[in-house]
């Protein structure tokens, strides 16, 4: 008989981290981990963008943080050494986010490594079970470590099919080059490749806000009041898909985990136990917009024409997530976009328009084209911060992205840090 999983759904309405460790604590407890914190821990958390203006929601709290650590230190002294791993978002530094989102402040009350992983000693790993990955390379205090804390935010992404929880994290164990080799169809694949190496022996989810409706970096934050615990990866993000409505089997990258045996999605196999039923939580959340649209059938201004490959992961999904990031942050031009036509994939027709940007390397119209202005932006798929620059500089539009201090942080700060890996020799 297959192995029950457990998911804990504990409350909390705020962020006040005394009452995040005692709730963490009792989780390690009842999971029977107390005594397995020891040696070098590592603690994943989702910091793929933190700025207080445009993505004040997108990032694990620090305040969660704060709670997980002192979790951590109050049940056991065995802690040697505790890291803190993140490779924020592609085509950024992480020192600059973990910095935006508050994590250098949590060095006056803990003793603890913030680690950017694009500047640590890495190694290689060769998988087993790998579909997309043979191997994949990064910090070594992810692929080794005596114990494994990933600490998502929940949130809704258009990228991965409505949900971003513990497994897409992994994404963030891999520096840029890797991250967006073959983040297209076959994204699903890719991020179960990465459980074999990023496989946590426990999460806590920060539910206490979670992020939802739009771009998975800008959207806004809706107060859900709890907290997710679970040893099980998959059974955790099965609850959490049904937190936000939507069927486990229908994510790709959950029914490719079941599949491949990682944990179950069915709630005859997982315990849900807390002090908040899972009926409550999707009582709250009943009438929340996950933003899930297809680009095809959007209402902007701007006409989408798709191909095949369908990259709901790569450039349809980063361009849905592109107009995502203006109707949540400068809503005033959603809807008055210029009138450009999109395309996307290998789109099999005659196109007539004044004004064609082809986005993606393999994209391609076959059929005639007339039009006044034919522009195309690269990549496979293109980086949300080349779309956001290169938007700008071909058709005008001043995407909320484009702001000079996070300019500074995609150039020079992207240079310094580029720098010390160099000095270091860490590639
Ligand atoms: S270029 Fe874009 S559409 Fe083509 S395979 Fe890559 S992500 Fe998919």
Known sequence: MAKREKVILRRLPRYEPEKIEGIIREGLDEFGLISKIQGRITIKPNVVMAHHKIAPAAYTRPEFIDGVLSAITSSNGNAKQITIAEKCGAGMPTTRMFRRAGYYRLKHNHKIKLLPIEESKKTTVALQKGKVHETIR????????????????????????????????????????????????????????????????????????????????????????????????VAHDAVCARILHLDPEKIPHLRIARERGYGPLGLEDIDISGDISLDEVQHTTKEWELGLMDIRNLDCGMEILCGEPYCQGGCHGVVLDWLHMIK?????????????????????????????????????????????VKRRIKGCPPKHKDLVLWFFLKTGIINPMFRLDLIFDAYPYLFLSWCRRVLKGRF
């Open 328 to 372: 949540d942050r400068k809503p005033q031009l959603w809807g008055k976009l210029p009138s450009w036509t999109l395309v996307m994939g290998k789109y099999k027709g005659d196109v007539s328009a004044d004004r064609v940007m082809v986005i993606g390397s393999c994209s391609e119209i076959q059929g005639k084209v007339q039009a006044r």
């Open 138 to 233: 990064t910090a070594r205090e992810i692929a080794s470590n005596d114990f494994c804390i990933y600490t998502p935010k929940l949130k809704s992404n258009a990228l991965s099919f409505g949900l971003t929880a513990a497994m897409k994290l992994n994404i963030g164990i891999l520096c840029d080059r890797e991250r967006m080799w073959n983040h297209n169809h076959k994204l699903d694949e890719k991020i179960i490749d990465l459980l074999e190496v990023g496989s946590p022996d426990f999460i806590a989810t920060d539910a206490i806000e979670i992020s939802l409706g739009g771009n998975h970096l800008t959207q806004h934050g809706y107060p859900l009041g709890i907290i997710v615990q679970a040893t099980n990866a």
